[in-house]
């Protein structure tokens, strides 16, 4: 299984860049891993929010194959424990997926497509947090999540 | 109102030293603020969890001042929106207080006598972050919360 992280928008910005990278390459003794990171159409700051976000869901959904598990943060989710969230990338490691997504919307959140399209919906946080922060969050959850299932030190420290 | 950041451990590390102090400086904007970063006790890998946690709390009781207001980060706390926090910093500035203490634990927590002089316990997430990651998204939080009680644009974006 090859764990994708997708976010939409501008490339990491410095004061996300090295904590991602590490996290990122620690997911990678566990998954392979992948970042995408969705560029965000022409002219996005002079579109309406409800037209930025169609477009962007266009982007979204035409670079899904048929079989990709997507898991969007979303407010409106389920929200895990670290606990919670190792289990449920197990559950997906043992039904044979060969893509795990989790998808970081844009600064207006996603289109109903997209919503649709989901498999899951997480809620990271009652806490709203810049998009370059979850980037970092999330790198190190997932990492947190592996460590978990492993039985490994890092979650305890 | 001063707002205090204390957190028990090492000092910053480089993943997430730029984002502190960006933050930190964008708080500077709307109170007074500083971080304090309390030494562990000497030979602290060798103490016990419980004898650590002791010896932390003492450090932490004897810095703090009879009337500085303490919030305890604390899994068994009260959970914030980013919005509800920001009416509790207001509140708090409302109060005449001189200091506001965000206090970041050591890797097995407080003590309980630190938990007793705790004024109000924070759940800042379900997820379990690594105390540099907190120290982070603290300073982000409490700068998106002055931004919210002036009703600036940062939260909307």
Request: hydrophobic share 45%; aromatic share 10%; with cysteine.
């Amino acid at each position: 299984m090859k764990i994708q992280l997708w976010s939409v928008g501008k490339p990491n910005e410095s004061f996300v860049k090295e904590g991602i990278e590490l996290f990122t390459k620690r997911i990678s003794n566990y998954y392979a891993v992948e970042w995408k990171v969705i560029p965000m159409p022409k002219n996005a700051g002079k579109l309406e929010a409800n037209i930025l976000k169609i477009k962007e869901g266009e982007i979204i959904l035409s670079s899904l194959l048929k079989d990709d598990y997507l898991i969007l943060l979303d407010e409106r989710g389920k929200s895990f424990t670290s606990e919670a969230l190792s289990n449920f990338i197990e559950q997906r490691a043992g039904e044979s997926l060969k893509n795990v997504i989790f998808l970081i919307g844009g600064a207006f959140g996603v289109s109903e497509f997209v919503i649709q399209r989901a498999n899951f919906k997480w809620s990271l946080s009652n806490l709203v947090f810049p998009h370059q922060l979850v980037r970092l969050i999330l790198a190190e959850q997932i990492y947190r999540a592996c460590s978990i299932s492993r039985n490994e030190q890092y979650h305890h420290v």
